[in-house]
């Protein structure tokens, strides 16, 4: 009796872990879909072109919008009876302190900055903009109050009885596909000191994501060290 008792427990524990990751992978994709369609929509009306904004090689995606959304998510959901400027506020903190850690990680970690707000007015540092924090802080709240109500009962729907192999090959590109973009732009910093290849993995990566490639996808992408842009396009004379 008791080992099927704990066997219940188990299975129900399984739906709860899978169901819990079911919502954020899908809140990720969401946000972050929506994140790139913002930006690329926003840079088409502020700077009249259009302008990759997205974080993955193979799919149209910011990684710090899903990410930022999946953070948000966890960190307001418990906070439907709060008031909405008590949201707004506090989305607007954790979307600066989130840009900045992006932006700090991006430096650090690669040697690029991939935003700077240096020359925008209100702007705290390269990686923090008022304006942009309060971006955060209104899509906060409209996603506690408006989005997210919208979408939970779809979220929400048990994740065993749903569509498994789809979302698996889903879930699989995505990993694959940004550890491979993670992978090139690393082998990107390698290669602003050391140029030569030392392995098949490098090899492909520089035959497949050279310079040219990643700055045409990152177009806002720059060297901390040089202060310019990974690769710069020759002109004719």
Not at 35 to 56: M, V
Not at 192 to 200: A, G, L
């Amino acid at each position: 009796m008791e080992h099927i008792i704990s066997l219940k427990n188990e299975k129900i524990q399984k739906e709860e872990w899978a169901g819990t990751f079911y919502r954020l992978f899908w809140i990720y994709v969401i946000c972050g879909v929506g994140g790139f369609l913002i930006e690329s929509i926003w840079c088409w009306i502020d700077f009249h072109e259009f302008t990759s904004r997205t974080s993955n090689l193979f799919f149209p995606i910011s990684c710090i919008w899903g990410f930022g959304g999946v953070l948000l998510h966890l960190f307001t959901a418990k906070d439907q009876e709060n008031s909405k400027l008590y949201l707004f506020v506090k989305c607007t903190v954790l979307g600066a302190l989130f840009e900045f850690l992006c932006g700090y990680l991006g430096e650090h970690l690669l040697e690029v900055t991939f935003w700077d707000y240096s020359a925008m007015p209100l702007h705290i540092g390269k990686y923090i903009n008022l304006p942009f924090c309060l971006v955060w802080g209104g899509i906060g709240v409209a996603w506690v109050w408006k989005i997210y109500p919208l979408i939970r009962r779809k979220l929400e729907t048990p994740v065993l009885t749903g569509p498994n192999t789809a979302m698996r090959v889903f879930l699989v590109f995505m990993v694959c596909s940004q550890v491979l973009t993670g992978a090139a732009l690393l082998r990107m910093h390698e290669r602003q000191s050391r140029n030569v290849e030392e392995n098949i993995v490098e090899y492909v990566l520089d035959q497949c994501f050279p310079d040219q490639t990643l700055q045409r996808y990152f177009p806002k992408m720059k060297s901390t060290v040089t202060g310019k842009k990974i690769y710069i396009q020759e002109t004719k004379s």
